[in-house]
């Protein structure tokens, strides 16, 4: 008979709309499921879990260093059922053998670059200043505050597969696409020009952040590198609240009037109650939950479940992050199975 492996998953209550469908199907394969919903539990339970699990499923900012994989010496892949994975060591994961994957489904990818373009049109066409416009019954203005994208320059940081979706998505906008892209590991589309990303600042209409959050991201966008910004210029962040220096934010964003903002991601989530970026006139707050869709929420947890399938099973998962594991983690595998 052969043995029941072991996943751990952890996740705040507040997402048992994910979580549970995904431990539900992974019993349902016959895996054994320890599920976890605050950190202290984990803390204290980790000695017990840890030493036989096989797989985790984790939040992407789930601080899983190299310390705590080598405490799961059995530990073949660690997966996110969302796309980010910057609490993940990925480079210790590689190095102890260990998968890394996410939860990088069409729906997530596509609804996310969907919503990044509605946040770029109602920061021009100044949705909401309209909207309020009619709730207080005000007279129609003698110069109306809308502007178009036609014409205008797209600055992205980062383009990966939400910043890809986006440059289909906008073809035949009549929009010039530039990005800053450090290390190109892909070709760009050919609608996209490569710049420094001083230039990108100083030269683009909307500024959209889709990088992940990483030791060399983290902080980028500071108030020198905002101040480039153009004074009109609409900044989008769909990605990672800590790559932007919110308090430089607030600042310039009040020393220009015109800036326009959207951001969907904080350094502190929740964003706390008393966040100067609430104060801002010019800018659109979402929750973290604007490419949250019906698609992209029911395709996440078959994601999660075939990613740890595979894993567990000896197969590549559909959406691996660290492909460089795959001659070490086969190793294991060999070794696992002596």
């Not at 595979?310 to 590549?316: A, K, T």
């Not at 001659?327 to 002596?338: M, S, T, V």
Request: with cysteine.
């Amino acid at each position: 008979m052969s043995r029941q492996r072991k996943v751990v998953s952890l996740a705040p209550a507040a997402l048992n709309f994910i979580f549970d469908p995904i431990v539900a199907g992974l019993r349902a394969r016959g895996y054994e499921v320890t599920h976890l919903t605050d950190f202290v539990e984990f803390e204290r339970a980790s000695g017990a879990v840890l030493k036989d699990a096989e797989a985790f499923v984790v939040l992407g900012n789930f601080p899983c260093g190299k310390a705590l994989m080598k405490k799961a010496p059995h530990l073949l892949g660690i997966v996110s059922p969302f796309i980010g994975t910057e609490g993940i060591d990925e480079v210790a994961a590689t190095e102890l053998g260990i998968m890394v994957a996410n939860g990088q489904v069409p729906e997530n990818v596509l609804s996310m670059s969907e919503s990044t373009i509605m946040l770029i049109l109602v920061s021009f066409y100044s949705l909401h200043w309209w909207q309020q416009q009619l709730r207080e019954n005000r007279p129609h203005p003698a110069q109306v505050p809308g502007r178009m994208l036609r014409g205008r320059t797209l600055g992205m940081i980062g383009c990966g597969q939400i910043a890809r979706g986006i440059v289909a998505r906008l073809a035949g906008w009549e929009v010039q696409l530039q990005t800053y892209v450090p290390r190109l590991r892909t070709p760009l589309p050919p609608a996209v020009k490569r710049v420094g990303l001083e230039e990108l600042l100083q030269t683009s209409d909307v500024v959209c952040v889709l990088a992940p959050l990483n030791a060399e991201t983290r902080g980028m966008l500071d108030f020198e590198r905002l101040r480039l910004m153009k004074s009109h210029a609409v900044l989008i962040n769909t990605a990672r609240g800590g790559i932007v220096d919110e308090a430089a934010l607030v600042q310039i964003a009040r020393e220009r009037p015109h800036l326009k903002i959207a951001i969907d991601t904080f350094a502190q989530e929740p964003l706390p109650p008393d966040s100067l970026l609430r104060t801002l006139p010019n800018a659109i707050l979402t929750p973290h939950a604007i490419g949250h869709t019906q698609e992209s929420v029911d395709a996440l947890p078959p994601a999660a479940i075939e990613n740890v399938s595979r894993i567990l099973h000896g197969e590549l998962p559909p959406y691996l992050r660290n492909p460089e594991v795959i001659p070490q983690w086969r190793r294991r595998l060999a070794r696992e199975g002596e």
